[in-house]
């Protein structure tokens, strides 16, 4: 059995979203409490997969993942990607009184910051007299409305954190913007097994020559003259010398042509520095209900 690692704890965005992606039921998913450690066993071989929430509709590129990807031995490419919504439910103990919402006695919200920053909305109009407790992580905050059995106190989180720790839906969907989607890839020395797929995605590294004047728009220019599409690019620093950066860059199209190597290696001959992070299947599903 194949073994996946996660941020954790169990029931959060990122264990729901695994479970969806890896869905044959022949995987074992185990839980991290930091991101540096689910690359750690990952790159040990603990685990055979490591799954890395990389960008959010809202939020932008999860920067410090980022970092992380580009940090770890160049052994652990990217193997897939996904993308997963992020659909936040009130969770908590239903209301005694008779014929009131369900949240009626809820006096505070236990959920990480970004969670309640995403249902902002929500909680104003529905809940104005709520207090916020933030934890580390939204199944944290359902573990401890479940440890408290407190209908005044409630949670946000998934699904699955709900039926984990057997609480109710007290509201379901209340995230501000429909579109709260996150990106997921998967990282691992071995290759996943085949299934249906659609576009190939690329992502690399460019560090550009410190004297070379106008590098950026060369590097540019050799995927723009052979309608080589880039779908993301983004500079993060070195951390090396301040004032240094490299690009990070998604490409979509597979290594396995003739046109983007061709572009890499007219990058590399003016003095740049290319490395491959991943060449691999991007995967798309329909929202799950």
Partial sequence: MKRIAFLGPEGTVSHESARYFFLDGSYEFIPYALMSDVFAATAAGTVEYGVVPIENTIEGSVKHHIDLLVEEDQTLPVQAEWV????????????????????????????????????????????????????SSTAEGVRLVKEAGDSRMAAIGTRTSAELYGLELLAENITDHDNNYTRFI??????????????????????????YP????????????????????????????????????????????????????EIEAIGCQVRTLGSYPVFSFTKPQ
């Avoid at 990480?112 to 104003?124: G, H, S, T």
């Avoid at 290759?191 to 460019?206: E, N």
């Avoid at 590097?219 to 779908?231: E, G, H």
Wanted: glycine fraction near 6%.
């Fill in 84 to 135: 997963y919504p992020s659909i936040q439910n009130l969770i908590g103990i239903r209301s005694a009184l008779g014929g009131a919402e369900p949240y009626a006695d809820v006096r505070t919200i236990v959920s990480k910051d970004v969670a309640i920053a995403q249902c902002y909305d929500f909680l104003r109009s529905n809940l104005p007299q709520a207090e916020f407790d933030y934890v």
């Fill in 186 to 211: 998967v990282i691992g020395r071995e290759k996943l097994p085949p299934r249906q797929d659609g576009q190939q995605k690329t992502t690399i590294l460019v560090t550009l020559p410190e004297d």
């Fill in 214 to 265: 106008g590098a950026l728009h060369q590097v540019l220019s050799a995927f723009a003259w052979r309608r080589i599409n880039l779908s993301k690019i983004e500079s993060r620093p070195t951390k090396k010398k301040l004032g240094n950066y490299y690009f990070y860059m998604d490409i979509e199209m597979s290594l396995d042509t003739v046109l983007l190597p061709a572009a890499l290696q």
